[in-house]
């Protein structure tokens, strides 16, 4: 029963998540960075190059779907969408967590078949790795969705909202060692729109950990999403519903501690031109969940993905257009160009 109860959980999760009710009242703070307008870019639109590595694949830009459901039919029939669109336009893409599929005995093999040539990043919960059985169950994970790299959520605030949530955190970190230990797959450690410290960052790459996602507020928020499933406790929630780090905070913070460090920006990316701001302060890939979900459900219910590529198609096009206009040819140009941060000119050295 109480796997059944989770499938219906994650239902319920893509029905609230596309509400306006549950959009963060957080600002991800992209508009505070904004760059030196190039009037004479001396170069051919047509040239610009986007194209990346990660995890050993090339790209057409550093651009992934970011995680959002599974576990229930509809959530298979969303991430094969997913898959479909990602393999089609050349980018990454992450699974929602696997727990609820894998403990239904169901398989997410054919996303693989869908997806031969992109990386396909698995997921689990950080709280039930760190249970009994939690390092099995991320092998399964890996090996069921053959993935490239498996990314561990942190979502404290979630659970502690949550009815049915986990507020047990102790042995997160050792767990985390484990893995990233038994090197099945690198290790991606990932937020859920919260944020993730400079600090936190620091520890979770000592742990070892391949890349770490910010995942900052400004996005979908899933405090929200929980609250409205537990409204008798709303005055309870209250003060913590829009609680967390803004996503250009969390950059800020994570990639001028951790220089060199592979880091994922994520949480209230809109368009093209913030995902070329999270790349500008040094994240070496760009998520992006909750839009491309609701341009995959335009009616709220069956996958369209003629939609969802023409979504990415506008996004990579904005970034393009985000090179062209500061006088870049290419992303590693790019990380050169000229930003104001809140107006004031801002220097930082690129990662």
């Known amino acids: 029963m109480a796997k059944r109860s989770a499938a219906a959980r994650k239902d319920a999760h893509i029905d609230l998540s596309l ?40 790209l057409s830009a550093p651009l992934m779907i970011g995680a959002m459901t599974g576990g ?87 659970e502690v909202i949550q009815p049915e949530g986990e507020r047990d955190w102790r042995g997160v970190s050792a767990a985390i060692k484990a893995l990233v230990d038994a090197a099945i797959a690198p290790v991606i450690v990932k937020e859920v729109g919260a944020g993730i410290s400079g600090d936190i960052a620091a520890q979770l790459f000592d742990l070892g950990v391949s890349a770490v996602d910010v995942a900052g507020a400004g996005g979908t928020n899933w405090a929200r999403i929980e609250a409205a499933r537990h409204s008798q406790h709303n005055d309870l929630y209250n003060p913590f519903l829009d609680w967390g780090m803004a996503t250009i905070d969390c950059l800020l913070a994570v990639t001028s501690r951790c220089t060199d460090r592979l880091v994922i920006a994520s949480g209230g990316v809109r368009h093209g031109l913030d995902a070329m701001r999270g790349y500008w302060l040094g994240a070496g890939m760009v998520s992006i969940a909750g839009p491309m979900l609701r341009h995959l459900l335009q009616d709220g219910k069956t996958p369209t ?5 023409d979504f990415v198609e506008q996004i990579r096009e904005q970034m393009r257009m985000t090179l062209f206009l500061t006088g870049a040819s290419d992303l590693a140009s790019f990380r050169g160009v000229t930003a104001r941060l809140d107006g004031q000119l801002f220097n930082r050295v690129a990662g």
């Open 305 to 309: 993905v003629p939609d969802l590529v």
């Open 72 to 158: 229930t039919p509809r959530a298979e029939a969303i991430n094969a969408a997913l898959a479909e669109v990602a393999q089609t336009q050349k980018i990454a893409f992450a699974v929602g967590s696997q727990r609820a599929a894998l403990e239904l005995g169901q398989s997410a093999k054919s996303l693989r078949v869908l997806a031969p040539d992109i990386p396909i990043i698995g997921n689990l919960g950080a709280v039930q790795l760190a249970q009994r059985g939690g390092l099995d169950l991320a092998r399964a994970a890996i090996d069921d969705l053959e993935a490239d790299a498996i990314a561990i959520h942190l979502n404290p605030l979630q």
């Open 19 to 58: 509400s306006r009710v549950t959009k963060s009242g957080v600002d991800g703070g992209f508009d505070r960075l904004n760059f030196d307008h190039c009037a004479l870019p001396e170069m051919d639109f047509a040239d610009i190059e986007l194209g990346n590595q990660f995890l050993g694949r090339r």
